[in-house]
T-cell receptor, first 111, second 115 residues
Framework: GENVEQHPSTLSVQEGDSAVIKCTYSDSASNYFPWYKQELGKRPQLIID?????GEKKDQRIAVTLNKTAKHFSLHITETQPEDSAVYFCAESGSARQLTFGSGTQLTVLP | KAGVTQTPRYLIKTRGQQVTLSCSPISGHRSVSWYQQTPGQGLQFLFE???????NKGNFPGRFSGRQFSNSRSEMNVSTLELGDSALYLCASSLAGTSGINEQFFGPGTRLTVL
């Protein structure tokens, strides 16, 4: 079945630095790759997504890159701020129309 | 537009009981998916409903079931509760049609505690 590996599980950066979170997937039919941010006690919120016909997508300080050949995709956050501190989940979906999530990355931005 | 809503927000049950959780999707969204979130297993897919039909099912025992009504509202039921069923149950709605998958928007979740 589908499997998504996410690294690292925890990440601490200084405010203003960049953060990168990486995910790998196994299903070659995967074609949709969203990223969710979940703050403590709150619902996961979609922050950016990418489809398999696109290699990169950017939205202000957030970008996602996709390498279909290597089956991995990454989230890049630039100029990090304390409010970026949260758990970030990658996910993928293919023909099954269901999301398979990575295990999450606890990002801490130190002031 | 109002977001996805879930009721109740918190539940405490004892082993062997059953529970029903409710989810109201964003207006116009016809697909509702359910996920279980635990510290150990993360976010795991339970099932997805579209137009009152279950389209996909995750790897959970038959004690977990669901349904969707004509107004797209969905319920999930867990029978014969076990301690391991303690979790945050999240529903997500999307516009999803007959092909591919669209953005899923999550509700606040129902925190179920089984004693």
């Amino acid at each position: 079945g589908e499997n998504v590996e996410q690294h690292p599980s925890t990440l601490s950066v200084q405010e203003g630095d960049s953060a990168v979170i990486k995910c790998t997937y196994s299903d070659s039919a995967s074609n949709y790759f969203p990223w969710y941010k979940q703050e403590l006690g709150k619902r996961p919120q979609l922050i950016i997504d990418i489809r398999s016909n696109v290699g990169e997508k950017k939205d202000q300080r957030i970008a996602v890159t996709l390498n279909k050949t290597a089956k991995h995709f990454s989230l890049h956050i630039t100029e990090t701020q304390p409010e970026d501190s949260a758990v970030y989940f990658c996910a993928e979906s293919g023909s099954a129309r269901q999301l398979t999530f990575g295990s999450g990355t606890q990002l801490t931005v130190l002031p | 537009k109002a977001g996805v809503t879930q009721t109740p927000r918190y539940l405490i049950k004892t082993r062997g009981q059953q529970v029903t959780l409710s989810c109201s999707p964003i207006s116009g969204h016809r697909s509702v998916s359910w996920y279980q979130q635990t510290p150990g297993q993360g976010l795991q897919f339970l099932f997805e409903y579209f137009s009152e039909t279950q389209r996909n099912k995750g790897n959970f025992p038959g004690r977990f079931s669901g349904r969707q009504f004509s107004n797209s509202r969905s319920e999930m039921n867990v029978s014969t509760l076990e301690l391991g069923d303690s979790a945050l149950y999240l529903c997500a709605s999307s516009l999803a049609g007959t092909s591919g998958i669209n953005e899923q928007f999550f509700g606040p979740g129902t925190r179920l505690t089984v004693l």
